[in-house]
């Protein structure tokens, strides 16, 4: 059995390439290599990663190809949507008629980033792209608040970016622009926040610092309703947790309860009633003084969170 070459060993190669090397296709049929794309291979025992097969798509698309999307969206750490198909964007008027790989024409000149040595749409551009397929506004806010918390844009750069662009899809980028939140450090709390602001509650503020009376650091609380006080903790990883780290969860919040703090606790169990969850809050900011309307629950936030 003829060993495989080993300039490709570590990376995709194409059919033609393979054959170059003395692999010919009955060979690329057998079990120490995989097909990718159609003419596209790796040897069997490369991990299928991100940038493994972008490297593959991009062995069979345009020079100037690059990473757009949902699919730059992955590169800038935020995953939104399925793996496959890949997303690219090219000035070309080339297609693709692999399946793997949806690529769209676009005519404005593109700028281009890198991410893990991959050309990319940059973060502003990409939240855009993003708008212009099937995404939800929940998922929109969340992709934005992601790119905003990790320091890849600003609320002002992606603002600016928004005024000054007029590019599919940036009327819906705009739209969940307006509930997009400088200081949320997970999807989940922007899930929970949003969950509340469109059942028409008030709207917390998040990761704020909590301190006493005398101005002593208490806690950094997920969302906070300082009028009401009261807090909305999401909670995902309660159930991995040690019971030294239980214990002082525990610790934590009865120190908030002391000072005068209702804490609700929304764990990764209670994310399929989300209803539930806004009933709860609001139960516990009436108990505190909020005299607004009761939540109410329309066909959109239905569609978005039921």
Known sequence: ?????????????TTAEARSCGVGPSQLKGRRYRSLLRGVHVVAELPLTLVLWLRAALLVLPEDALASHVTALRLWGYDLRPLLPLHFSTNTASVSDRREVTL???????RAYVRERIACTGPDRTFVDCAALRINLVELVQAAEHLVHHGHTTLTELRDYLDACHIDGV????RAFGHVREGVESPMETLVRLALVFARLPEPEPNPDVRDAVGQFVARCDLVYWEYRVIVEYDGAWHERSKKQRARDRTRREALERLGWTVIVVLEDDLPNKRAIVWRVYLALRDNGYDGPSPHFNAMWTRWFA
């Open 1 to 13: 059995m003829k060993p495989v070459p080993r300039h490709l060993t570590d990376r995709p190669f």
């Open 104 to 110: 769209h024409r676009r005519r404005g000149r593109l």
């Open 171 to 174: 009327v819906r980028a705009r």
